[in-house]
Structure formats: structure tokens, C-alpha cells
């Protein structure tokens, strides 16, 4: 038989395991809605999306999900990748 303690403990975990899931899943989609803007060349989806990803990469490091590292990462690359575009599409001024 398995203490009570150790029943309410698996239940907390559970709950706590798929909010980290959906909270970590919501956070992938976002990057992925970004990436997706970047390779169409649509500046302005790209910002907004870039915008919303550093809101839940900042949530979910400091909700302890995610490694704060692994968040300055992540948004450091996004940032880089969005400059590349900026860089690719302001005309060359002779």
C-alpha cells in the first residue's frame, strides 16, 4: 500500500507536469510561428511573434521551466536571426 503522502505528492507532480508541458509547448509554437515569418521575409509577422517569444522564453525561465541560460540562448539566436533579415532586406546604399 502506498502512503498518503506519497499519493498526493504523484498527484501534485502530475498537475505541475503538464502545466510545464503545455507552458513549454506554447513556448516552442511561438518560435516556430517566428522561424516561420523569417523564412517568408514578412518583417512585420516577424517582429510580432519575435516580441511574443522573448514575453514566454522570460515566463517560462523565471517560472523555473526552462534554464535562464538556456533562455538568454535562445533569445540571443532569435534576435540574430531577425537582424539577418533586417540586414537582407534594407537596400544596399551605393
Do not use: C, W, Y
Not at 516556430?32 to 523569417?38: R, V
Not at 517582429?47 to 522570460?58: G, I, P, R, V, Y
Amino acid at each position: 500500500m502506498i502512503n498518503k503522502s506519497a499519493e498526493k505528492r504523484e498527484r501534485q507532480n502530475s498537475v505541475r507536469r503538464m502545466r510545464n508541458r503545455a507552458a513549454k509547448s506554447t513556448m516552442r509554437t511561438a518560435i516556430k510561428k517566428f522561424d516561420a515569418a523569417i523564412v517568408a521575409g514578412d518583417k512585420d509577422a516577424a517582429t510580432s511573434a519575435m516580441a511574443l517569444s522573448f514575453k514566454l522564453l522570460d515566463s517560462t525561465a523565471s517560472k523555473g521551466i526552462i534554464h535562464s541560460n538556456t533562455a538568454s540562448r535562445k533569445k540571443a539566436r532569435l534576435h540574430a536571426q531577425f537582424n539577418k533579415l533586417n540586414k537582407d532586406q534594407t537596400p544596399a546604399q551605393a
